[in-house]
C-alpha cells in the first residue's frame, strides 16, 4: 500500500469547514485538504491492520491499533496547547497595544501562529478519527481516548467520560462535557453480537432516535451487544458517554458499579438486553449487568425498555 496519494488531494479543495479555514490562513504553501487527511489515517490503520493480521502480533493487536490513534490524539492536544499559548499572546498584545509598527507586527504574528496551531489540531483530530472509525470496522474495537474526553469538530460520536458527563448533568454546565440532550441507557450481554441481535438493538436505538432526536448514548463499552450499539452511534452521529466498569477499583463488581454511574445520568430510558434473541443458541443464562440495570431502572422510577425477539 502505498500514501503517496495523499498528495493528489492538496490541489483540489472540498467543501469542508477545514479547508475554509486552511484556505483562509494565507500561507503559499498549500494545506492537504480534509479528504486528503482522512484517507492517510484510513490508510494508516488500514496498513497496519493488513500487516499485523494473522501473524504472531495479532496477541498485540489492541495494544498497536490503540497506540497509533493515541499518537494523533496526543499530537493534536500538543498542537493545541501551543494555539491556546498564542492567544494568551494575544490577549497581552491587545491590552497593552500601543498603536506601533511593532506591536501591530507583533499582534498580527501571534494571531497567525494561533490560526495556523487551529488548522494543524484539526488534521491531527482528522487523522485520528478516520483511523479510529478504520479501526473499528476492522476489529469491532472501540478507541477511547486514555485521559479526558475525545473531542473534535469532526468526530461521529463525541465520547465522554461518565464521571464529566455526571458532574455536567448535575452542574448543568455549558460545554463540550455536557450531554446536551436527553440520554438513553443500553446495557446487553456479550454472547448477544449475531445478525438478529444487531437488527433488534438497532431497532430499539433508531426507536429512541424518533423519541429523543438529539439523544446522547451511555453505556459501558463491553464486549458484543454494547460494541454494536457503539457502532450505531457513530454511524447515526449519536453522541456517546462511557461509563467503564473499573475492575481495577471494584473487582467483580465493577460492571454493577458501572450501572450506578448510567443510573445516576439520570437516563429517559435504560435499554436492555439480557441475552441473544437468537434463537439457534438455544437456551442461555441472562446476563447479570443487563439484569441489574433494569431493576435499578425500576427502583428508581426510570423507564426500562427490555429488548427481546421479534414475535415468531
Not at 5 to 28: E, R, V, Y
Not at 107 to 133: N, P
Not at 253 to 258: D, E, K, L, N
Request: with cysteine.
Amino acid at each position: 500500500m502505498t500514501l503517496h496519494s495523499t498528495a493528489s488531494f492538496a490541489s483540489s479543495k472540498s467543501d469542508s469547514a477545514f479547508d475554509d479555514l486552511s484556505t483562509s490562513l494565507g500561507d503559499p504553501r498549500p494545506h492537504p485538504t480534509e479528504d486528503a487527511l482522512v484517507q492517510l489515517g484510513r490508510a494508516l490503520m488500514t496498513e497496519l491492520v493488513d500487516v499485523i493480521s494473522d501473524t504472531a502480533l495479532e496477541d498485540y493487536q489492541t495494544i498497536l491499533g490503540e497506540a497509533l490513534i493515541g499518537a494523533f490524539h496526543s499530537a493534536a492536544g500538543r498542537i493545541e496547547r501551543d494555539a491556546d499559548r498564542a492567544r494568551d499572546t494575544m490577549r497581552s498584545l491587545e491590552r497593552d497595544f500601543d498603536g506601533s509598527e511593532a506591536a501591530d507586527v507583533e499582534l498580527q504574528e501571534a494571531t497567525a501562529a494561533a490560526r495556523a496551531g487551529d488548522a494543524a489540531t484539526q488534521a491531527a483530530e482528522l487523522i485520528r478519527d478516520a483511523a479510529s472509525d478504520t479501526w473499528t470496522i476492522a476489529t469491532g474495537e472501540v478507541w477511547t481516548a486514555w485521559r479526558g474526553s475525545r473531542r473534535g469538530s469532526f468526530l461521529t460520536a463525541a465520547q465522554l467520560e461518565a464521571k464529566q458527563a455526571i458532574r455536567a448533568v448535575r452542574n448543568r454546565r455549558a460545554g463540550e462535557q455536557d450531554p446536551g440532550g436527553p440520554i438513553i441507557a443500553f446495557r446487553g450481554a456479550p454472547t448477544a453480537n449475531t445478525r438478529e441481535d444487531a437488527g433488534r438493538i438497532f431497532d430499539a436505538l433508531n426507536w429512541a432516535k424518533k423519541e429523543w432526536p438529539d439523544m446522547a448514548l451511555a453505556t459501558t463499552g463491553a464486549k458484543g451487544s454494547e460494541k454494536l450499539a457503539i457502532r450505531w452511534a457513530q454511524q447515526k452521529g449519536v453522541k456517546l458517554i462511557l461509563a467503564r466498569a473499573d475492575f481495577d477499583a471494584h473487582g467483580k463488581a465493577a460492571p454493577f458499579r458501572a450501572n450506578d454511574e448510567l443510573i445516576a445520568l439520570e437516563p429517559e430510558v435504560c435499554l436492555t438486553l439480557v441475552h441473544s434473541v437468537d434463537r439457534a443458541r438455544g437456551e442461555q443464562r441472562p446476563f447479570g449487568p443487563a439484569l441489574n440495570l433494569g431493576q435499578k431502572a425500576t427502583e428508581n422510577g426510570m423507564r426500562h425498555v427490555p429488548i427481546k425477539a421479534r414475535a415468531a
